[in-house]
């Protein structure tokens, strides 16, 4: 069904011809209604491929051949289901290289600064699940003589998980690794935007897991994603991506008094204090300050820290050297090796995220760097150069809203209890970042800011086996870490033994 062009058939390998999207029972089938879509190149506007739309029959399919897996999945030993996702995580490794790729045409990520490492970190993740997985220890309690009881960790039984464009292929890892670790099984639903680097990592699990016990179903959001969360048979749904979306997700969930994981979005605050900015570290906290606002990402990242906080007293420095180095970085075509930077990922974000840059600038915000994209009928790729706005406070839409793209708003700060506040003055709650030297500071700030994820002098991304997960409206529940997938993805059994 994939049907490539020219241009870029050389340098992607894409999925199998044959292969549709829709891994069900353990075969690629084409949809019940034979619907499909086109998955296009963000950085070229050019059409990548042509993959199967699922819609509810497709879904019920793949939840009936779920549900007909799982009383066998669950019995088997968890080393056992690890030794399958370190296998996984093997095979991931081998084929980095090409699956790394077919995500940077997909989703416009930048091949060096982004695809490579997501693709690596997500063998990462099912290597780390594959080992420590076989921790599924449920608890003793002494409840007095005579009485022996204990609990153990169930599965659930079906586990639909939807996820995001913006890194796919991690958030696959991740929802495979813990899903399938458990002893749940599980329907996959990837993103209509960028499904293909996922669909490859399904070509490498197809002939991996017993028929039934991961299956994909492509589609769009309404036809397939919304099927697959009403449910009446799919216990858990573990939803990422965007709040508005969560808030249906949630709502049908509820309905049912089935479980589910929220992971939304974010509006991360970043806070300079003084002494960051000395000789000394002022390099690393600019670096740190770009990183986090994940720049070489498009700004596309839910842990954006796109409301920087600069301490007054440094904000001259910090701010000429933000500025001076995010003009060095490079953007273009998500392929090319030299490019920092990519693609927006489609029209539509490509619009909001140039409307946000153009009532901001009418608003009369300073540009510090950037300026007003084409418009999307004049860009030739969707490429916006990263902006930063000053002149604007925390009441503005592009302080509020989260622009998931390349723009920043800088604030300057005096008053600690004031900036702590403007930090928390947000619905959202997913991330944030604190720079400073002083260790009784960090604390302060940190106990503070009301965020699942707080990051001091760093700005990396997630690390396997770290619990990571949103306060606020950012999300429900958290996963990556072991304690998190047995809390996420198991139920607790108690058996009370009178001896
Ligand atoms: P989105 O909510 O539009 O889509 C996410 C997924 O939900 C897609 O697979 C989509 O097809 C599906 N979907 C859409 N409508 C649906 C419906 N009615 N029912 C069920 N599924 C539906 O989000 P997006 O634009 O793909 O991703 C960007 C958003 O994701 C941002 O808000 C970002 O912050 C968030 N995100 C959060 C995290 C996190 O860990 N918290 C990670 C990555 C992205």
């Known amino acids: 069904m994939n049907t490539l062009t020219d241009n870029v058939a050389a340098e992607v390998v894409l999925p199998s011809a044959g292969i549709t999207g829709l891994l069900i029972n353990g075969e690629w089938r084409t949809p019940a209604k034979g619907k499909t879509l086109d998955v296009e190149n963000p950085s070229r506007r050019t059409k990548l491929a042509t993959i199967g739309a699922s819609d509810a029959d497709d879904v019920n399919a793949a939840v009936a051949a779920a549900s007909a897996a799982f009383p066998k999945w669950r019995r ?8 399958l996702l ?3 995580g093997n095979r991931v490794t081998a084929n980095a290289e090409e699956i790394a790729r077919v995500l940077a045409a997909e989703s416009g990520n930048a091949l060096r600064t ?14 780390y699940y594959g080992g420590v997985i076989a921790e599924q220890k449920g608890e003793t309690l002494p409840l007095g003589p005579g009485i022996f009881s204990y609990s153990t960790r169930e599965p659930l039984g079906v586990v639909g998980a939807i996820i995001p464009w913006n890194s796919p292929v991690v958030l696959a890892a991740v929802k495979i690794g813990m899903a399938l670790g458990t002893g749940n099984t599980l329907v996959l639903k990837p993103a209509e935007d960028a499904p293909l680097a996922v669909i490859k990592i399904a070509e490498l699990a197809a002939d991996l897991f017993p028929a039934g016990v991961f299956n994909v179903v492509t589609g769009t959001g309404l036809e397939a994603g919304a099927p697959l969360s009403a449910h009446p048979s799919v216990a858990k749904v573990s939803f990422t991506g965007s709040l508005e979306v969560g808030k249906l997700v949630g709502h049908a969930v509820a309905d049912r008094i089935a479980r589910s994981t929220l ?4 509006k991360s605050p970043c806070i300079v204090y003084p002494d960051a900015a000395t000789p000394e570290h002022i390099d690393a906290t600019v670096t740190g300050i ?15 820290g796109s409301r920087l906080y600069v301490h007054k007293s440094v904000w001259e420095p910090v701010m000429a050297k933000v500025v001076a180095k995010v003009q ?12 920092d930077i990519g693609a927006i990922i489609n029209a539509e974000r490509y619009s909001e995220v140039r409307a946000f840059i ?22 030739k790729g969707f490429f916006p150069a990263p902006v930063i706005f000053s002149g604007v406070d925390n009441s503005w839409r592009v302080t509020r809203e989260e622009v998931f793209g ?36 960090a604390l302060r700030a940190t106990e503070r800011i009301d965020a699942g994820w707080l990051q001091v002098n760093r700005a990396g991304g997630q690390i396997p086996g770290m619990s990571y997960g949103g306060a606020k409206q950012s999300g429900i529940g958290a996963e990556y870490s072991i304690e998190g997938a047995l809390e996420a993805y198991t139920s607790r059994k108690s058996v009370t033994i009178n001896v």
């Open 76 to 83: 088997l030993a968890s080393r056992a289901r690890g030794a």
């Open 86 to 88: 370190t296998e996984l």
């Open 114 to 127: 982004q695809s490579r490492p997501e693709v690596l970190g997500a063998a990462e993740v099912l290597r």
């Open 263 to 266: 992971e939304l979005g974010g």
């Open 290 to 304: 770009i990183n986090a606002m994940r720049f070489a990402r498009q700004g596309q990242s839910c842990t954006a």
């Open 328 to 339: 060095e970085m490079k953007i273009g075509d998500a392929l090319d090796e030299a490019n």
């Open 358 to 379: 153009d009532e901001a600038i009418n608003k009369g915000a300073t540009v510090l760097t950037g300026a007003l994209p084409p418009k999307v009928e004049d860009a």
């Open 406 to 441: 390349p723009v920043l708003v800088a604030i300057p700060w005096t008053d600690e209890e004031e900036v702590l506040n403007w930090a928390n003055d947000t619905v959202y709650g997913l991330a944030a970042y604190v720079f400073t030297n002083d260790l009784t500071t």
